[in-house]
């Protein structure tokens, strides 16, 4: 009798033990499961975030180019463009920042023509 209270002690001891086991285990694999959707999904959280922004932005922009007279928009227009053609016949290779120069931000401080046509309040 003795005997077998010890072995269904044993095997319930073994029982539990297999059972915390397995909710150790569940555990881990929900938490690497969660990570790697995170990880899987940030890239494409981090474009809607960035879309979002973007899409404000250019949404502010258009309301504030729309409140100008159609006057001042076709100015700024014809300006820019006898602006790139005035660049293109200096022979300056490329308009705005140099991308490969090693440089983190573009010197724009002697180009005074370059600051009035990237500001609206030139209009």
């Known amino acids: 009798m003795r005997l077998a209270v010890d072995d269904r002690r044993a095997r319930d001891n073994r029982t539990r033990l297999l059972i915390r086991r397995s909710r150790i285990y569940t555990a881990a694999a929900l938490v690497c499961l969660a990570l790697g959707l995170i990880l899987i999904g940030m890239p ?10 973007t899409d404000a932005q250019a949404r502010s922009v258009s309301q504030a180019a729309s409140l100008f007279p159609e006057g001042s928009r076709q100015s700024a227009i014809r300006s820019a463009v006898e602006y790139n053609q005035r660049l293109y ?15 983190t931000k573009g ?15 030139g209009l």
């Open 107 to 121: 010197d724009f401080e002697g180009d005074d023509e370059y600051r009035r046509q990237l500001s609206v309040n």
């Open 89 to 103: 016949e200096s022979g300056q290779p490329q308009i705005g920042e140099p991308v490969f120069d090693g440089k």
């Open 44 to 53: 494409r959280i981090q474009q809607l975030i960035g879309d979002r922004a």
